[in-house]
């Protein structure tokens, strides 16, 4: 064989296994209109995990993404991860679990992408422009509850598997899904499942996807951190019964005196946490890090107006991001047991709890800050020489997420991110708590990478919620780009 027909049948190897990005992008453009009916499909199931109503709803919800992944011939389980005990007594069924695998070449590396597809509740009197349940697009918006959180992202993942099967593509990785339908709720059920089948399913990943997450602006980012959550009741009891203001008003010790007295110990008016030892176990903040703040793009001015204030506790960037993602803060959320209903009621509350939350950041320890929370408040209680009764309760301790974004995956994310938007990607931390994160890290022992497609102003949660049309089909080109630059990171065996 001579020389130049070597390198042509080398040249045609070569480009059989070239990334084939434009034609795959192309693929996606002229499919966008199905997937933004998927969605509108998706999102008319109500899901509502916290509603034990809508049950039959999640339950078929899950039934619907394991035969969209049953079609594209991936080897899909229902997972059984049992009951939900409720406070009646009675137990409900939750919701399966989905699994699915695409690919079992033991020469590539095998990723695995967590999902939920779980919601929260949405009513249109809530405040709603649209009916919630029926997605509805304006101007270029896709507006229904769970669009971002998170169905959009799990549907562009299987369309992303989906376009190179199209193609008749290679996979460059084996691929496998985690999908729950119970995230909006604490993932009742999913610890345990990770945990059983560490050894079988979990076995050949490499690396564990999540895309339960935003961007902090326009610009695409890269998360790596997230802050964890410490939620306590503090419950204050007197009388063995409620009491008229006007009868024992002045007479009697009231628990809700004594409840706004200790939660006014927990934090001062510019935002310091008063409790001993919380501030003191928080990571400095490295120069390395204070670099990455500024050079993320956050307006200001545009995140007062998109909340609705005039005033921070902080008036620069750094400090404000560093606040929001890496320092731990206090919040108080409500009180049970107070009257809040419209009109007025001369009530003197004969037993009120107070609900509050520490998120919690590298190197905080949930287990030593409910053994703090609870001292402190004991001793303030104490020095109130009340003959009412204080009960502090931690009710979930999530520790915080970190990752290395010098690790492979982010390099690989970073290089994704320039293929699709032609730009660098911000790396960034959330607020929020996302525990499955660290059990995958915990349990799994497997690297993790946040790739959210989400917008900064998709409302989660909130009235209103939206996935842009931009972000849903760039976001899709993102992750088959993603796919191939992680097949690029070097083996390694062991």
């Not at 040249?11 to 990334?19: E, G, K, N, R």
């Not at 409900?92 to 095998?110: C, I, M, R, S």
């Not at 709720?185 to 076995?203: C, E, K, P, V, Y």
């Not at 842009?468 to 070097?490: C, D, H, M, P, W």
């Amino acid at each position: 064989m001579n020389l130049l027909a070597l390198v042509s049948i080398l040249l045609v190897i070569s480009s059989v296994h070239a990334f084939q990005y434009t034609e795959l992008a192309q693929y996606v453009d002229s499919h966008q209109e199905e997937y933004v009916e998927a969605l509108r499909d998706w999102v008319a199931i109500e899901s509502d995990s916290s509603n034990i109503l809508r049950r039959p709803d999640l339950h078929r919800m899950m039934e619907v993404v394991a035969q969209k992944l049953r079609l594209m011939g991936g080897t899909v389980q229902l997972v059984d991860i049992g009951v939900q005990e409720l406070v009646s007594g009675q137990t409900l069924e939750l919701p399966k679990v989905v699994t699915a695998e695409f690919g079992n070449d033991t020469n590539k590396h095998t990723v695995c992408v967590y999902g939920h597809v779980d919601v929260q509740p949405a009513k249109l009197e809530d405040g709603w422009a649209t009916d919630p349940y029926n997605l509805t697009e304006v101007n270029g918006n896709l507006y229904g509850r769970g669009a971002s959180d998170n169905k959009a992202p799990v549907l562009a993942w299987i369309h992303s598997v989906e376009a190179y099967q199209a193609l008749n593509m290679e996979l460059p990785v084996n691929v496998k899904f985690v999908i729950e339908g119970m995230e909006e709720t604490g993932s009742n059920g999913l610890d345990a499942m990770i945990l059983a089948q560490r050894d079988t399913f979990f076995s050949d990943v490499d690396y564990i996807i999540i895309s339960d997450c935003g961007w902090r602006s326009r610009r695409p980012a890269l998360t790596y951190g997230t802050r964890g959550n410490c939620y306590f009741f503090a419950e204050v009891e007197g009388p063995k019964q409620d009491l008229h203001s006007g009868v024992y008003g002045g007479v009697v010790i009231e628990p809700m005196t004594d409840l706004i007295g200790i939660l006014d110990t927990l934090i001062s008016p510019s935002g310091k946490i008063l409790i001993p030892g919380i501030r003191e176990a928080v990571a400095p903040l490295s120069d390395d890090e204070w670099r990455m703040y500024q050079d993320i793009e956050f307006d200001i001015d545009n995140y007062k107006d998109k909340i609705g204030v005039n005033q921070l506790m902080y008036n620069n960037k750094v400090d404000l991001l560093a606040h929001m993602w890496r320092y731990p803060t206090v919040s108080i959320h409500g009180i049970q047991g107070a009257f809040s209903d419209s009109g007025t009621k001369t009530v003197i509350p004969a037993k009120v709890t107070a609900k509050f939350s520490i998120r919690q950041v590298p190197n905080m320890d949930p287990a030593i800050v409910k053994k703090q929370v609870t001292d402190y408040l004991n001793s303030v209680f104490a020095k109130r020489k009340t003959p009412n009764k204080l009960k502090v309760t931690m009710v979930i301790g999530a520790k915080p997420w970190l990752a290395d974004t010098k690790h492979p995956l982010y390099e690989a994310g970073k290089a994704a991110v320039k293929k699709v938007f032609n730009m660098d990607p911000d790396l960034i931390r959330e607020g929020g708590t996302i525990p499955i994160a660290r059990t995958f890290q915990d349990v799994t022992g497997k690297s993790i990478i946040m790739l959210p497609i989400g917008g900064f102003d998709d409302g989660l949660h909130s009235q209103n919620e939206k996935m842009s049309r931009y972000n849903y089909i760039e976001g899709t080109k993102l992750f088959i780009a993603y796919l191939n630059e992680v097949s690029k990171i070097e083996k390694v065996t062991v």
